[in-house]
């Protein structure tokens, strides 16, 4: 069974950092593009970011482009969203999916909540 | 604002057809045939239920289907069923910017 759970979601002030991380079990990472996908609470989805099986080309939503980092560690089976420089408009639940077709997720995580606040 | 235009809100009752549309521009929609469909229920994940404008995932029942028709795409869900009751999203391959989504529709079954 695919599963993607991800972690490291919390309360950080703007202008601050943080890493999320995405654990995958259930089928051979290295096999799959990887993306990020974001929502604001009641709203709707946002793609982030990609990264592809070997990491070799990596793309970003022009909204966060220059402050996000997508990385992956095919050895560890974890997907990595490294954020700088966070802005209030970037407070939603970041999801981790996998990218089984051209632009589209099959498998998700449970999602975790960031919040930019003061 | 989102890049695919979706009705807010559609609705139907228990055994009848419900179809939400997904409107982009030739640069998304009407440019790739990579058009997908995920269902959302309260508090929880995505699903993918339709990708390719109309290829249906392992699980997803046959009554969801899917079509396009130029810078349009449609879900179709027939023979409504109380679960079905969900936010669904449309979302579309983009060149450039790689994928864009519309703004989703809440389906109410009556």
């Known amino acids: 069974e695919v599963q993607l759970v991800e972690s490291g979601g919390a309360l950080v002030q703007p202008g601050g950092s943080l890493r999320l991380s995405c654990a995958a079990s259930?089928?051979?990472?290295?096999?799959?593009?990887m993306s990020w996908v974001r929502q604001i609470p009641g709203k709707g989805l946002e793609w982030v970011a990609n990264i592809k099986q070997d990491g070799s080309h990596k793309d970003y939503v022009d909204s966060v482009k220059g402050r996000f980092t997508i990385s992956r560690d095919n050895a560890k089976n974890s997907l990595y969203l490294q954020m700088n420089s966070l802005r209030a408009e970037d407070t939603a639940v970041y999801y981790c999916a996998r990218d089984s077709f051209v632009a589209t997720s099959s498998h998700w995580g449970q999602g975790t909540q960031v919040t930019v606040s003061s | 604002q989102s890049a695919l235009t979706q009705p807010p809100s559609a609705s139907g009752s228990p055994g009848q057809s419900v179809t939400i549309s997904c409107t982009g521009t030739?640069?998304?929609?009407?440019?790739?045939?990579?058009v997908s469909w995920y269902q959302q229920h309260p508090g929880k994940a995505p699903k993918l239920m339709i990708y390719e404008v109309s290829k249906r995932p392992s699980g997803v029942p046959d009554r969801f289907s899917g079509s396009k028709s130029g810078n349009t795409a449609s879900l179709t869900v027939s023979g409504l069923q109380a679960e079905d009751e969900a936010d669904y999203y449309c979302?579309?391959?983009?060149?450039?910017?790689?994928?864009?989504f519309g703004g989703g529709t809440k389906l109410t079954v009556l």
């Open positions: 259930g089928f051979t990472f290295s096999d799959y593009w």
């Open positions: 030739s640069s998304d929609i009407g440019g790739y045939n990579y």
């Open positions: 979302s579309s391959y983009a060149g450039s910017k790689e994928r864009v």
